[in-house]
């Protein structure tokens, strides 16, 4: 079995990966982590420099960098042996881009819980990867408090 599991860093994210892990045999599985640098157009001003516009876009790299190493050290403690992926542009793009790479038999994402007018305004990267994603999808609600 080959899952991909989507990552942004966040706590949701974390959480999903307990929860495939508690419910799919991920050890025996081949897993690949993703994690993407949203690189929005940015809203320029004419105070800011095309220098000011490629440290945004550094910072925002190396943190799906580490969203992505972090995702693989904690498969890791769980005794789960994982690749890390690291992409550029729009979530759900590059997770459908490399689902199609890949052929998982599984992706697995966190919700973050947005109500409906946020994901009417910000978008669902679950909603966009659960409606053009052939195959199956795990997505992990956050618990109730």
Do not use: C, Q
């Not at 038999?105 to 679950?126: C, M, P, Q, Y």
């Amino acid at each position: 079995m080959k899952i991909l599991i989507a990552t942004d860093g966040s706590a949701w994210s974390h959480d999903a990966i307990r929860e495939a892990a508690r419910l799919l045999p991920l050890k025996d599985a081949e897993v690949h982590v993703v994690s993407v640098a949203n690189l929005v157009p940015l809203m320029m001003s004419y105070e800011t420099t095309a220098s000011a516009a490629a440290l945004v876009i550094d910072r925002e790299v190396a943190g799906a960098k580490i969203d992505a190493a972090k995702a693989v050290a904690l498969l890791t403690e769980l005794g789960i042996p994982a690749t890390a992926h690291e992409r550029e542009g729009e979530a759900p793009h590059e997770i459908l881009a490399l689902g199609a790479e890949l052929k998982p038999d599984l992706i697995v994402l966190g919700a973050h819980g947005k109500n409906a007018l946020e994901r009417l305004f910000l978008g669902s990267t679950s909603d966009a990867v659960i409606h053009h994603w052939p195959g199956a999808v795990l997505v992990v609600r956050p618990k109730a408090s």
